[in-house]
Each structure stands twice: as structure tokens, then as C-alpha cells.
């Protein structure tokens, strides 16, 4: 099974630079989505393995979109999300409060993020 990633981010520039790192490193298939309105629209439409969402977007924040796709009864309702946050401390604990979602601080950490969707990924693969 090929696995599916949504990147929800309003920068273009981090939209590219992490679909070509999960397509070329991990190959996997990464749709993206310019704002967490545009990433409920995607979610309702396309099951994915693994969500990654910047925290701070125009419209609709990531924590807003994140809440509102927990409590919409929708293909991605339990899917594990990342979010991307250059103020990783103050979020910590809002963030831990939501299931299966994790935070990871920017500037971006490559190697982190690849390590993070590899582990989900895995974890996925033996659960079924």
C-alpha cells in the first residue's frame, strides 16, 4: 500500500521542501493544501497516513484545523498529525491535549521530520 501524506501550509517554499523530501526519500505520495480550509476540504475527500500542518496559517490556524477534523466524522478523524510550530513550548501541552498529534518545532529539522513520518509510517504498517 502507497502511502498518503496531506501538507497543509500556507508558505509555498515549505510546502515543497518537505513534499520532495517525503517523495524522494520515503516515496511516498504528498498532496498539499495552501490552508487548514482547504486541508478539511482534502481530508473529507482522500484517506492519508499521516497529516503535516504548519500552526500558524491565514483563515483557519492549524490547531483550529486539527480540532474541527477530530470532530468531524471523516476519513481522517484519527489520522496522526504533525504540526509545524516555531513556538513549540507554548503550544506543548495545548497540542499534547489532542489526540494522536505531536508537535515539531521549526526552523525545520530535516532529518526529524523523515524520522517521525518513517515512525508513524511503521507503526501503521504493523498494526495492519
Known sequence: MKHKVLV??????IRQIIKE???????????????GMDGLVYASETTYSIIITDIRMPRMTGLEFV?????????NKNT????LSAYSDSMKKEVESIPNTIIA???????????TV??????ANQQG
Request: no cysteine; charged share 35%.
Open 80 to 83: 496522526p498529525v504533525i504540526i
Open 105 to 115: 518545532e521549526k526552523p525545520l529539522a530535516i532529518r526529524s521530520i523523515l524520522d
Open 67 to 75: 480540532r474541527t477534523l477530530r470532530s468531524r466524522e471523516i476519513p
Open 21 to 35: 523530501i517525503l517523495t524522494d526519500d520515503l516515496s511516498l505520495e504528498v498532496e498539499v493544501a495552501h490552508n
Open 118 to 123: 518513517e515512525s508513524i509510517i511503521k507503526k
Open 8 to 13: 497543509v501550509d500556507d508558505e509555498e517554499y
